[in-house]
């Protein structure tokens, strides 16, 4: 970032497979754009982030002119636990609690740590900043993170909600506030983020109060290839009755259900294709998909019990007209409507879809988790300058 202009955006895909994507952008005063894309094996972080560095100085598509120019890195980090309720410079004992945290995100915790590991050997002069899921929902009181379970398994184990996609929560919440020129903390949202991973958040004035997503990314809505909520006792059932490890058990519930397991396919354009095309388990995916969020939309709507904007958000949720209307479709007794040809316009903008001077506004704005994480981290860096200079 050069203030608050983006000056370069990329991607690394498909580390470790036998043919990887790195994906480089740098953007233009005049608004043009500059591609570069190499499409070669990655074995490692530690390639790709060689690759990545030397994107950064190329001389006709960089943007630095040496490595040392980085003053900081901004690092997502899935799951803080209870330890971080904001943006945090990384040190040996944010290192410890992001360890300490690996039993509640296995799949995520050690890859953002290696993340970090890589970083701090290509910028070692530069600070290493931590931006975590879970931080935006630390808000969140007791009686809506606690289970009904044992309590010491919360005193001594720490089993209760988190609640996850914090940052692009928060990124969508504030650019809503700016759009409507409101204080945040004078605002009521139910903010629903769906990609191939979804989550719904309750904000009131500002703060999170409730979320779908529980002590790990699986329990709310249905997802891509996860179940969400489900009566507890099928692993049980599966267990006694089909033989199934906790290893396939795990399995089944995170990669092989969701959409994929309604209709055989976790994206979202294919399901929708299939349903138009009159396969019934397409359709019967969609509906149980949008029929939870609007069962989540009714519950947060409950718990917040005055609403300003219903957001939508990321890949399914700024890109899917059907998905919005059917999970708004009969609201109307709530205030919540959605104009049909506002809902069809092909805008990549923050828009609104509900018909004019509708009470509550129902709202496409689009997440940039990356440059809500770049924002963060420079908050940190300024907030550290201002300290030493006092």
Same mark, same amino acid.
């Given at each position: 970032?050069?203030?608050?202009?983006?000056?370069?955006?990329?991607?690394?895909?498909?580390?470790?497979?036998?043919?990887? #994507?790195?994906?480089?952008?740098?953007?233009?005063?005049?608004?043009?754009?500059?591609?570069?894309?190499?499409? @070669?094996?990655?074995?490692?972080?530690?390639?790709?982030?060689?690759?990545?560095?030397?994107?950064? /100085?190329?001389?006709? =598509?960089? /943007?630095?002119?040496?490595?040392?120019?980085?003053?900081?890195?901004?690092?997502?980090?899935?799951?803080?636990?209870?330890?971080?309720?904001?943006?945090?410079?990384?040190?040996?004992?944010?290192?410890?609690? !992001?360890?300490?945290?690996?039993?509640?995100?296995?799949?995520?915790?050690?890859?953002?740590?290696?993340?970090?590991? /890589?970083?701090?050997?290509?910028?070692?002069?530069?600070?290493?900043?931590?931006?975590?899921?879970?931080?935006? =929902?630390?808000?969140?009181?007791?009686?809506?993170?606690?289970?009904?379970? *044992?309590?010491?398994?919360?005193?001594?184990?720490?089993?209760?909600?988190?609640?996850?996609?914090?940052?692009? =929560?928060?990124?969508?919440?504030?650019?809503? @506030?700016?759009?409507?020129?409101?204080?945040?903390?004078? #605002?009521?949202?139910?903010?629903?983020?769906?990609?191939?991973?979804?989550?719904?958040? @309750?904000?009131?004035?500002?703060?999170?109060?409730?979320?779908?997503?529980?002590?790990?990314?699986?329990?709310? #809505? %249905?997802?891509?290839?996860?179940?969400?909520?489900? $009566?507890?006792?099928? *692993?049980?059932?599966?267990?006694?009755?089909?033989?199934?490890?906790?290893?396939?058990?795990?399995?089944?519930?995170?990669?092989?259900?969701?959409?994929?397991?309604?209709?055989?396919?976790?994206?979202?354009?294919? %399901?929708?294709?299939?349903?138009?095309?009159?396969?019934? +388990?397409?359709?019967?995916?969609?509906?149980?998909?949008?029929?939870?969020?609007?069962?989540?939309?009714?519950?947060?709507? @409950?718990?917040?019990?005055?609403?300003?904007?219903?957001?939508?958000?990321?890949?399914?949720?700024?890109?899917?007209?059907?998905?919005?209307?059917? +999970?708004?479709?009969? #609201?109307? +007794?709530?205030?919540?409507? !959605?104009?049909?040809?506002?809902?069809?316009?092909?805008?990549?903008?923050?828009?609104?879809? +509900?018909?004019?001077?509708?009470?509550?506004? /129902?709202?496409?704005?689009?997440?940039?988790?990356?440059?809500? !994480?770049?924002?963060?981290?420079?908050?940190? !860096? $300024?907030?550290?300058?201002?300290?030493?200079?006092?």
């Amino acid at each position: 970032m050069d203030g608050n202009s983006v000056m370069a955006s990329g991607i690394v895909e498909k580390i470790g497979e036998s043919r990887s #994507l790195l994906t480089h952008t740098k953007f233009m005063e005049t608004r043009d754009e500059i591609k570069n894309i190499i499409d @070669a094996a990655i074995s490692d972080h530690r390639e790709g982030m060689s690759l990545v560095v030397a994107q950064l /100085v190329h001389p006709k =598509h960089g /943007v630095i002119q040496d490595r040392a120019e980085i003053s900081a890195v901004g690092h997502r980090v899935v799951h803080g636990g209870e330890a971080f309720q904001a943006t945090t410079i990384i040190d040996e004992g944010v290192i410890d609690s !992001i360890k300490e945290n690996i039993p509640l995100a296995p799949l995520h915790n050690p890859s953002n740590l290696i993340g970090i590991e /890589v970083a701090a050997s290509f910028f070692p002069d530069s600070l290493q900043v931590a931006v975590f899921d879970t931080a935006f =929902h630390q808000t969140i009181t007791e009686k809506a993170f606690l289970y009904a379970v *044992p309590y010491n398994l919360y005193s001594k184990e720490k089993v209760r909600r988190y609640g996850f996609h914090g940052t692009s =929560h928060l990124y969508v919440a504030e650019k809503c @506030a700016a759009y409507m020129a409101r204080p945040l903390n004078e #605002l009521n949202l139910i903010t629903i983020h769906l990609g191939n991973g979804c989550s719904m958040a @309750a904000i009131k004035k500002g703060r999170s109060i409730d979320t779908s997503m529980g002590m790990t990314p699986l329990e709310g #809505l %249905v997802m891509g290839t996860r179940s969400g909520d489900i $009566d507890p006792a099928i *692993p049980f059932f599966l267990a006694d009755h089909l033989k199934m490890s906790l290893g396939e058990i795990d399995t089944l519930l995170n990669k092989e259900s969701g959409l994929k397991g309604i209709c055989g396919t976790n994206d979202m354009r294919e %399901v929708i294709d299939k349903k138009n095309r009159g396969v019934k +388990s397409a359709k019967l995916a969609l509906d149980i998909y949008c029929y939870r969020i609007k069962k989540y939309i009714g519950a947060y709507f @409950a718990a917040l019990e005055n609403v300003d904007a219903i957001i939508f958000t990321a890949g399914i949720g700024e890109n899917a007209p059907d998905i919005r209307h059917q +999970s708004c479709a009969g #609201l109307g +007794s709530l205030g919540i409507e !959605i104009d049909h040809v506002k809902n069809r316009a092909k805008l990549k903008d923050i828009r609104e879809i +509900s018909p004019d001077g509708n009470r509550i506004k /129902v709202m496409v704005i689009p997440t940039n988790e990356e440059l809500k !994480i770049a924002q963060e981290t420079k908050k940190v !860096i $300024d907030t550290q300058n201002m300290t030493s200079n006092n």
